[in-house]
């Protein structure tokens, strides 16, 4: 397109420059059984493999059919994601109580025109109220800002192309949506927390309210000086992603096995140097341990965590070995357990008057021999 020239005995006034706008990078904590959907695939037929790939491991108990339908239906979901401008999510799958119970954390990045956060959140909650009167609106103060938080109800049809069992299926779920201006940016982000699984209600949002406390973000300057900051200290190492992976994956079935309702708290991985190795001499990393907790947990369920971890793990070929009167116990991939679990090993303790659950699980040695087809290698 071309625009006429101004007469040249005419002043023209140069337009405004355009409002400044801060470069965010933005970043959460999520539990590792929270499995991230591949919304952020390069292309239509990675995405579909990777989320195949999920969804095999998820449900490796169930037919190739039901899991091809389970595809599909996310499949036709993460397209709707992709026109919301979603930045990330993932699927909560967890059992309860011997039940299935699950939900998705869905955050959204959109634009906006105000320079003001606080009117930008009146004027949200407004819109919001014109749509969904019946439902509940609260100001938060979150570490990372004020936000909007909206609870309320939705949902939607699995047609019966989709559905697991072949049939149109209407779901009814509870939701939160909690809007986050960036500051300076112009942009809001929209966390979603959506759940079928109403007597697990309060089971979800407890973590969902623990994921929300670790959004943090920092300009792009802030992110260089960090790192001008820590190329002056000593260096340390990162664990790879596939050693954090395994670590993950260990964690999530340590978790299924406690079974246990509560906060969730920790989270780091961080590189260590097994005891063998330091028994010779060696100071360097040669290994990994992912620390994480579970807190506000009463204390007749925490009795029966170590006794079902145990339980699990002995029936999979593991050891074990229980000390601090049943309230500590030693677990670690024996001779019979799963080759893809050589070298893994985790300790368990119970706090019974601070209700809380405590584990270190520990990858392999990298220096010792690791099983080929490993998993996670």
């Not at 509560?262 to 060696?282: D, F, I, P, R």
């Not at 925490?302 to 009167?325: D, I, K, Y």
């Not at 677990?331 to 080759?339: D, F, M, Q, T, Y």
Request: net charge negative.
């Amino acid at each position: 397109m071309s625009y006429p020239s101004a007469p040249a005995e005419e002043a023209v006034a140069a337009p405004p420059p355009a409002p400044k706008r801060t470069r965010l990078n933005i970043g959460w904590v999520m539990p590792p059984f929270v499995r991230e959907l591949p919304v952020d695939a390069p292309d239509y037929e990675t995405g579909a493999e990777q989320l195949y790939t999920l969804v095999t491991d998820l449900m490796s108990d169930r037919s190739d059919e039901d899991r091809f339908r389970f595809a599909l239906a996310l499949g036709s979901q993460m397209d709707l994601m992709l026109e919301a401008n979603v930045i990330y999510a993932g699927l909560c799958l967890i059992e309860v109580e011997g039940r299935p119970s699950g939900s998705t954390v869905i955050v959204s990045q959109i634009e906006h025109e105000s320079d003001d956060d606080e009117e930008l959140l009146r004027t949200t909650q407004q819109a919001l109220e014109r749509t969904h009167p019946d439902d509940d609106y609260q100001r938060v103060e979150l570490p990372c800002g004020p936000a909007l938080s909206r609870i309320g109800a939705s949902g939607f049809i699995i047609s019966a192309q989709w559905s697991p069992t072949g049939q149109e299926v209407a779901v009814q779920q509870s939701q939160i949506q909690v809007y986050i201006p960036l500051p300076g940016a112009r942009e809001m982000l929209i966390f979603a927390l959506d759940s079928p699984s109403s007597e697990d209600w309060d089971l979800h949002s407890e973590l969902f309210a623990e994921i929300l406390k670790t959004i943090d973000w920092g300009t792009d300057q802030e992110v260089e000086d960090y790192r001008a900051m820590r190329q002056s200290a000593p260096a340390t190492v990162e664990p790879a992603d596939g050693v954090k992976q395994g670590l993950y994956w260990h964690s999530s079935r340590l978790m299924d096995a406690v079974a246990l309702h509560g906060s969730m708290g920790g989270g780091q991985v961080t590189s260590v140097t097994c005891a063998e190795c330091w028994g010779k001499g060696l100071r360097s990393a040669c290994s990994a341990r992912h620390d994480w907790y579970i807190g506000s947990v009463r204390s007749g369920d925490l009795t029966h965590a170590l006794p079902r971890a145990v339980a699990s793990f002995a029936s999979r070929g593991w050891q074990t070995e229980t000390e601090n009167a049943g309230n500590h116990v030693r677990v670690w991939a024996g001779g019979e357990a799963p080759e893809q679990s050589a070298g893994y090993a985790f300790t368990a303790s119970v706090d019974l008057g601070a209700g809380r659950f405590t584990a270190e699980v520990t990858a392999p040695c990298t220096r010792a021999a690791a099983a080929t087809d490993s998993l996670f290698g």
